[in-house]
């Protein structure tokens, strides 16, 4: 039975204001629903409910606004349908277009950071190890979780919002030390150190993951030490889309997993899995649509799934070396990163290049790609899971070297050499 304290009966009350009272009537029905016997306080919030999928969401932030609600902490905020800082861009009607904005502007009235990213951890929003949050967006969730070590469940459209006005969760899931624990041994020590070294490894790593185990919390060992934040990111993200991946550790890098008995809370993993190449090369082909021949010709090319940082972006300007793109091609990001770029200058250059540098949104979530349909080659695990039901056109997985030549040269470059 859910027990409230004299606090959240007053603002159960009303005395924190209509929309507070709203919200938390929202998250208490949804921790008595999950079998919660408390609330727990949080410290901030991401929200994914930002993005238009329809008018009820429009009107749901609006009635927050008009009831006077504001957010009890702070709060970023996921991708919305628009490029704010790129009008036009997307290809939408005037009133799904106004709707859409109407959101966004909602969401800042409550008090949100205009962050309009899926990776707000880029963009500043870097809790603690331990504390306690609330987070929508599949990869911003398995990124807190992993490998900032601070605590959030799965939080849906709507349930964010209520969570970041309210300032409390249910008591459950991953804000629990119980269910943090491994129980999935996933050895990697066989694997060519080649391909570990290689960036395109990570999104296979983890589509290969979310497939295998779900949403149980698993434990790598044998990886490189230090992995880079963005190759964590690529891991989680792809993890979160094929599976219901909330957690997961790596062995001497993530901050929950300084070694394989903490990792398990000092018990026996209930399964081991020996990852092999043809594994992961099994993973990779899932990645790109059936049917799709390795030489179909390139419609469109798109990075940056979740959000491209400052470092990817360094990347992206060394490959393309001056050279200009055939192929329309589109790189994601935040407007954090956007102004860490342009004042070093290497907006320029990829500009420079023919890339299309879309902020505040991306690809997948709303029609920015050519209307034609056709075939989308990427990098990202996360647009290679969504593009097909979110776009119509058809995907193949590459790293980000291939989506570079392949740019160039108006036809598909990809290297197979360490997949074989």
């Not at 609330?39 to 006077?68: K, M, N």
């Not at 205009?114 to 599949?138: L, M």
């Not at 060394?318 to 200058?345: K, M, N, S, V, W």
């Amino acid at each position: 039975m859910l027990h409230l304290e004299p606090h959240h009966q007053a603002i159960l009350a009303g005395a924190a204001g209509e929309a507070r009272a709203l919200a938390m009537r929202v998250v208490c029905e949804t921790a008595r629903m999950l079998g919660a016997s408390k609330l727990i306080p949080i410290v901030s919030a991401h929200i994914d409910g930002c993005l238009y999928h329809g008018d009820s969401g429009t009107l749901f932030a609006e009635r927050l606004v008009a009831d006077g609600g504001q957010v009890a902490v702070p709060t970023t905020l996921n991708v919305g349908a628009l490029d704010l800082l790129h009008p036009g861009l997307e290809r939408m009607t005037p009133d799904r277009r106004a709707m859409a904005r109407r959101m966004m502007d909602a969401y800042v009235r409550l008090g949100c950071r205009q962050t309009w990213t899926c990776a707000p951890y880029q963009a500043g929003h870097r809790p603690s190890k331990g504390q306690q949050v609330a987070w929508g967006e599949s990869n911003a969730v398995a990124f807190c979780n992993s490998v900032l070590g601070a605590r959030t469940e799965r939080y849906g459209d709507f349930l964010d919002i209520c969570a970041a006005l309210c300032g409390f969760v249910p008591y459950v899931g991953l804000h629990r030390d119980e269910a943090r624990v491994a129980s999935v041994a996933i050895r990697c020590e066989t694997l060519d150190e080649r391909l570990t070294r290689e960036d395109a490894l990570y999104p296979v790593l983890g589509a290969w993951l979310g497939a295998e185990v779900g949403s149980d919390v698993a434990a790598f060992a044998g990886l490189p030490s230090a992995l880079s934040e963005d190759r964590l990111k690529a891991l989680g993200a792809a993890a979160a889309s094929s599976g219901s991946v909330g957690l997961f550790h790596v062995v001497g890098t993530t901050p929950e997993a300084p070694e394989t008995t903490i990792a398990f809370g000092g018990q026996r993993p209930k399964q081991e899995i020996v990852l092999t190449g043809g594994m992961l090369r099994t993973a990779r082909d899932r990645l790109s649509s059936q049917g799709v021949a390795s030489g179909s010709d390139i419609d469109a090319v798109a990075i940056g799934s979740p959000h491209l940082s400052t470092a990817e972006f360094h990347r992206l300007r060394q490959l393309l070396a001056g050279r200009r793109c055939r192929l329309p091609f589109y790189a994601c990001t935040g407007r954090h990163t956007l102004d860490e770029i342009e004042r070093d200058g290497t907006l320029a250059q990829v500009r420079d290049a023919g890339v299309t540098v879309v902020a505040d949104t991306c690809i997948v979530v709303t029609p920015i790609l050519p209307a034609n349909r056709g075939l989308l080659l990427t990098n990202s695990g996360k647009f290679a899971h969504y593009t097909k039901p979110n776009t119509g056109y058809d995907v193949l997985y590459g790293s980000l070297s291939d989506c570079v030549e392949t740019a160039f040269a108006g036809r598909l470059v990809r290297d197979e050499a360490l997949w074989r």
